[in-house]
């Protein structure tokens, strides 16, 4: 009985050793983003395109992105990043749609147990766009829009300094002018995470 109490006590101590501590933060992910965006109408018949909508199939491309965060408890923390969306999204006949990503965002946290925590992302995108025409009919362009984002994602602690991290979450609709209907914005990543 003693050295099964000995033995408990010591897995509690190595346990709680991994849980979060409050503090600075810097992370990086790698994924894919999706970025089915909608030609305009009047793009479209200026172009002569008939198909206005880019397929699921061409809709996905690689993706990282780079951050800082700070804990400010065991339920909350704030973060700052910029995410680079890998190769431009073409729709056949009109042209291409890429972007890149400033961001604020707030998450929720809810421990699971001392290794594990999920949690709930609210963020606010600043999303600069470049449109790449492949129309003499339409001209090239840059814009810049604002998203809001909602997501979800999963901490998986290895220590009180290393943790790795999924999270997929939708950043946005890109506004570009006279160009995208509708152009949302998600993104599937994982990544690392070192606390200071």
């Keep these: 009985m003693k050295k099964l109490l000995v033995a408990t006590l010591f897995a509690a101590a190595a346990s709680t050793a991994f849980a979060a501590e409050t503090g600075n933060y810097v992370f990086g992910n790698v994924g894919i ?12 018949n200026r172009a002569g395109v008939s198909d206005r ?20 408890n065991d339920n909350f923390a704030v973060e700052g990043s910029y995410l680079r969306h890998g190769d431009a999204t073409g729709l056949n006949g009109a ?15 809810i421990p699971v147990t001392q290794q594990l925590e999920v949690y709930g992302k609210v963020s606010a995108n600043h999303i600069r766009s470049k449109f790449n025409s492949a129309s003499p009919a339409l001209a090239s362009s840059k814009d ?21 991290r999924v999270e997929y979450e939708g950043i946005g609709n890109i506004g570009h002018k006279d160009i995208t209907d509708t152009a949302p914005v998600g993104a599937l990543k994982v990544g690392l995470g070192y606390r200071f």
Excluded: C, H, P
Excluded at 33 to 44: E, F, H, P
Excluded at 56 to 70: L, R, Y
Excluded at 146 to 161: H, I, P, S
């Design 144 to 164: 810049s829009s604002f998203g809001m984002g909602l997501g979800v994602g999963a901490a998986y602690n290895f220590d009180k300094n290393l943790s790795a």
């Design 53 to 72: 909508k880019v397929n699921d199939d061409d809709a996905t491309s690689g993706m990282v992105e780079i951050g800082v965060g700070q804990r400010i």
């Design 95 to 109: 042209g291409s749609l890429d972007y890149d990503t400033f961001r604020v965002a707030a998450l929720g946290i």
């Design 33 to 44: 983003s999706a970025n089915q965006w909608t030609l305009k109408d009047g793009a479209a």
